[in-house]
C-alpha cells in the first residue's frame, strides 16, 4: 500500500484528491480497518482511518487538547463510519460529539457492530446516525453508502 493512496490520523498534511469522496474510517480491529479501506476504495473513496473514537476526534479537529483545528479537512470528510464497541470511547459517544459540532453536524455517521442488537441500533439512529450495519462489511453494504458519499462542497 503506497502512502499517496491511504493516510492515517496522525497525517497532518491535506492533500487534494479532486472528486474522490473522503470517507473517515474508526475500527480498533486492524483487519476490519483495512477491510473497509479496501470496500471504499473499490468505489473510489479516499480514506482516512483512525484506530479508536480519540483518533478520530483528533483528526476532526475535536479532540480536547486541540491546538488547531483542521478546517480544511473537516471540507473534504463526506462520511464517517465507525465501529460501536471500542475502548475508550464507542462508535455511540463518537457519533454524539460529531452531531453536536456546528461544523461536522452535517457529516452522514454510519454505525457499525458484530452484534444485532435493537436497542443499540435504535438509539444510534435516534442520535444522528444515517444507518447501522451489521459486520463484517462486505460489498454489497458499501453500495448502500453511496448516497451518503457525494462530494460536499
Not at 483487519?31 to 480514506?47: A, M, Y
Not at 476526534?57 to 480536547?64: R, S, T
Not at 452484534?115 to 435504535?122: D, H
Amino acid at each position: 500500500m503506497d502512502a499517496a493512496s491511504s493516510s492515517t490520523a496522525n497525517d497532518m498534511m491535506v492533500m487534494d484528491y479532486g472528486d474522490e469522496p473522503h470517507v473517515l474510517a474508526v475500527d480498533d480491529n486492524l483487519i476490519d480497518r483495512k477491510l473497509i479501506e479496501k470496500l471504499l476504495k473499490n468505489f473510489s473513496c479516499r480514506v482516512t482511518t483512525a484506530e479508536n473514537g480519540l483518533r478520530a476526534l483528533e483528526y476532526l479537529g475535536l479532540g480536547d487538547n486541540q491546538q488547531t483545528t483542521h478546517k480544511a479537512s473537516v471540507s473534504k470528510v463526506n462520511l464517517i463510519i465507525t465501529d460501536y464497541c471500542m475502548p475508550g470511547m464507542t462508535g455511540y459517544e463518537l457519533l454524539k460529539r460529531v452531531k453536536q459540532s456546528s461544523i461536522l453536524k452535517e457529516v452522514p455517521v454510519v454505525i457499525m457492530s458484530s452484534e444485532n442488537i435493537p436497542t443499540r441500533i435504535n438509539k444510534c439512529l435516534e442520535e444522528g446516525a444515517q444507518m447501522f450495519m451489521l459486520k463484517p462489511l462486505k460489498q454489497s453494504d458499501v453500495k448502500k453508502l453511496r448516497c451518503y458519499l457525494k462530494h460536499r462542497s
